[in-house]
């Protein structure tokens, strides 16, 4: 049957204009501050919505709503029955996060609507708006019996407006203007209006619906229109993902407020999570015992929390026949011999744990057996590689998949094409994934760059950090780059030897990323040892996308702070006024300087620093710097 126009129908008005309205065909929901208005009126029945932030409209005249494919359910002219306003202010403190306590702070309107076509299905729009941004979600309270084919939810920006977009998870970001966009294109998405206002549009609480992208409307040439991955069903009642919209002066301010995804889903469904534990990682890439005894010990050294092994540990991942309940060495990856029991109990009694990848071919027939296998051979967390995404039926699979591993106590990080929208607050076992342009892709600092102010937005990033890899020279900027990088991309695991192997491992054992390079005890590693991977409070200093950026991050009293630079040579003057007046801290600095002997060409020197000094450095092409602040006194 051919797709109805939709349960809100398409509504042509000039952007903009905003008509007199009686009370109940009119809300208005602003946010505690008054920086946000979100407007919901009815135009002779039709209902659309606009957006100001600080005043200034940044989405225009946007029509909302579904289509279906059963025509009984088209919706003519709809009238609010009733407007039910709400506000919370309350906190709540994560088991791990960028700050150690989120404030959740809105004002919320529910719009319920009634139809002249007694046959519709009863819904509500359930409005909230924040200080950090504003979103809304569509809610049936009873089952619609029928297919959404479609949803029709615009976002109308101005014409001008430009887009830094991917068309995949893991895709290169480009900026490009909005008329001229022609794909669909990922979540979040930031746009800048003008010289001093950018927003940003996706999507929070995606549990069992299908994706959202974006695409520019065929008829619209400023319009964009969700794009869904798939049909969706249920046979009872429902909510919709919400419909995110973030603005500010600038792009880290909207990276400073990300944790608006978090406060939109809900709250912590893991009772005791002692075992859920952030920490650092070093991938194990010779399959071997060898190989993982080594790790274990270099992850002591290292001040290091686990070990993990990748793809390979129990044969070829991409044959449907891999069995992941065996420890059966894929021969193209590894001659072994591997005693993966052996590494798992000697890493236990050193204070290490072990991590796991699993592909989701193994997954989706195994995931039953093989979690509480795994729990029961002591491993800590799974890795799902190459996991299904998008539709509904893989959305759901996927979450369900996280909760079931916390069941069996496991911590998760999801590779490949797989974005967060918030889910970790809710079962805080998600540490993190990956959905990124990672050091797999070898990008160079302005692509970084571009994936701090978009991606980063979503949430943690599983950026696969390597550090000794030829790579890094090659072809992505600098060492000191990539220490900066594990501070400015957040992720409660951090892998930070990706592809590197310690001293005492095999050698001429292939490698993962074609590297068989042994990692040399260079003085800044150092940096690596004493970094966390969660903090107390995260500073977006300054930055622009693809261009550079500096944040600062707090854990306890000490703050780490990262600068990166992309493609042109830039004066960076790092004001550390963040830090608390009247207490003197000693910087450990580490940044890029050809003159030193080491392979890795890492400077350090330390200083002594208060809160009214300025770190001024000149930063090459694709360089960085990093710095440890510690407080020795008041």
């Given at each position: 049957m051919k797709p109805t126009i939709g349960l809100f129908a398409t509504i042509l008005l000039t952007m903009g204009m905003m008509p007199s309205c009686s009370p109940l065909e009119q809300a208005t929901v602003s946010s505690p501050d008054g920086r946000y208005e979100f407007i919901f009126h009815l135009e002779e029945g039709r209902p659309f919505y606009h957006v100001y932030f600080k005043g200034q409209e940044i989405i225009g005249a946007s029509t909302l709503g579904f289509s279906m494919a059963d025509a009984m359910h088209i919706l003519g002219e709809v009238a609010i029955e009733k407007i039910t306003d709400h506000t919370v202010d309350t906190a709540w403190d994560p088991v791990y996060g960028e700050k150690s306590q989120y404030r959740d702070h809105y004002h919320q309107t529910l719009i319920s609507f009634n139809s002249k076509n007694n046959k519709a299905p009863v819904f509500k729009l359930e409005i909230r708006a924040y200080n950090e941004g504003v979103a809304f979600r569509y809610v049936f309270e009873d089952p619609i019996n029928d297919i959404i084919t479609a949803e029709l939810t615009e976002f109308t920006l101005p014409p001008a407006t430009e887009l830094w977009a991917s068309t995949r998870a893991q895709s290169s970001i480009e900026k490009v203007t909005l008329t001229a966009l022609k794909d669909t294109v990922e979540r979040p998405l930031l746009a800048q209006l003008s010289d001093s206002l950018f927003v940003a549009l996706g999507e929070a609480g995606s549990v069992d619906f299908a994706r959202m992208k974006l695409a520019l409307h065929p008829e619209k040439p400023a319009t964009l229109v969700a794009n869904l991955s798939s049909e969706v069903t249920y046979e009872g009642p429902f909510k919709s993902p919400w419909r995110t919209i973030m603005a500010g002066q600038t792009a880290g301010?909207?990276?400073?407020?990300?944790?608006?995804?978090?406060?939109?889903?809900?709250?912590?469904?893991?009772?005791?999570?002692?075992?859920?534990?952030?920490?650092?990682?070093?991938?194990?890439?010779?399959?071997?015992?060898?190989?993982?005894?080594?790790?274990?010990?270099?992850?002591?050294?290292?001040?290091?929390?686990?070990?993990?092994?990748?793809?390979?540990?129990?044969?070829?991942?991409?044959?449907?026949?891999?069995?992941?309940?065996?420890?059966?060495?894929?021969?193209?990856?590894?001659?072994?011999?591997?005693?993966?029991?052996?590494?798992?109990?000697?890493?236990?009694?050193?204070?290490?744990?072990?991590?796991?990848?699993?592909?989701?071919?193994?997954?989706?027939?195994?995931?039953?057996?093989?979690?509480?296998?795994?729990?029961?051979?002591?491993?800590?967390?799974?890795?799902?590689?190459?996991?299904?995404?998008?539709?509904?039926?893989?959305?759901?699979?996927?979450?369900?998949?996280?909760?079931?591993?916390?069941?069996?106590?496991?911590?998760v990080d999801i590779h490949d094409?797989?974005?967060?929208?918030?889910?970790?607050?809710?079962?805080?076992?998600?540490?993190?994934?990956?959905?990124?342009?990672?050091?797999?892709?070898?990008?160079?600092?302005?692509?970084?760059?571009?994936?701090?102010?978009?991606?980063?937005?979503?949430?943690?990033?599983?950026?696969?950090?390597?550090?000794?890899?030829?790579?890094?020279?090659?072809?992505?900027?600098?060492?000191?780059?990539?220490?900066?990088?594990?501070?400015?991309?957040?992720?409660?695991?951090?892998?930070?030897?990706?592809?590197?192997?310690?001293?005492?491992?095999?050698?001429?054992?292939?490698?993962?990323?074609?590297?068989?390079?042994?990692?040399?005890?260079?003085?800044e590693l150092n940096f690596y040892d004493q970094l966390p991977t969660v903090w107390d409070d995260t500073r977006v200093l300054e930055g622009y996308p693809g261009a550079y950026a500096v944040i600062a991050r707090r854990s306890g009293t000490t703050w780490f702070v990262g600068a990166l630079n992309g493609s042109e040579e830039r004066d960076f003057n790092i004001n550390l006024d963040f830090l608390p007046p009247n207490s003197q801290y000693e910087a450990s600095i580490y940044s890029d300087d050809q003159t030193v002997s080491t392979p890795t060409k890492v400077a350090m020197k330390t200083t002594p620093v208060s809160s009214v000094e300025v770190i001024s450095q000149r930063l090459g092409k694709y360089q960085g710097m990093a710095m440890i602040l510690k407080e020795v006194g008041r």
């Open positions: 301010e909207i990276l400073e407020n990300n944790y608006l995804l978090l406060n939109l889903n809900e709250p912590n469904r893991i009772a005791n999570t002692d075992w859920i534990k952030p920490g650092k990682v070093i991938r194990e890439v010779t399959l071997t015992t060898t190989g993982g005894m080594a790790c274990v010990d270099f992850a002591v050294k290292h001040q290091l929390q686990y070990i993990e092994f990748d793809a390979g540990w129990y044969g070829n991942e991409y044959d449907e026949a891999s069995d992941a309940t065996t420890v059966t060495v894929d021969p193209k990856r590894s001659k072994g011999p591997l005693d993966l029991p052996k590494v798992i109990a000697y890493a236990q009694s050193q204070g290490i744990g072990v991590l796991l990848y699993v592909n989701r071919r193994a997954l989706e027939k195994q995931l039953d057996e093989v979690l509480p296998l795994l729990s029961s051979w002591g491993v800590k967390g799974v890795k799902y590689g190459f996991v299904n995404v998008g539709s509904q039926q893989w959305t759901d699979w996927l979450h369900e998949a996280v909760r079931k591993a916390a069941a069996h106590e496991l911590m094409e797989y974005r967060p929208t918030g889910y970790s607050r809710t079962y805080p076992n998600l540490m993190t994934q990956e959905g990124i342009r990672g050091d797999e892709e070898s990008p160079d600092n302005s692509m970084v760059l571009k994936t701090m102010f978009t991606r980063m937005l979503a949430g943690a990033g599983d950026h696969t950090n390597c550090y000794f890899a030829s790579r890094v020279d090659e072809k992505m900027g600098s060492h000191a780059s990539q220490l900066a990088k594990a501070v400015c991309i957040y992720s409660p695991w951090q892998f930070l030897y990706w592809y590197d192997r310690p001293a005492d491992a095999p050698s001429k054992m292939g490698g993962a990323g074609n590297n068989d390079k042994h990692i040399i005890e260079v003085p």
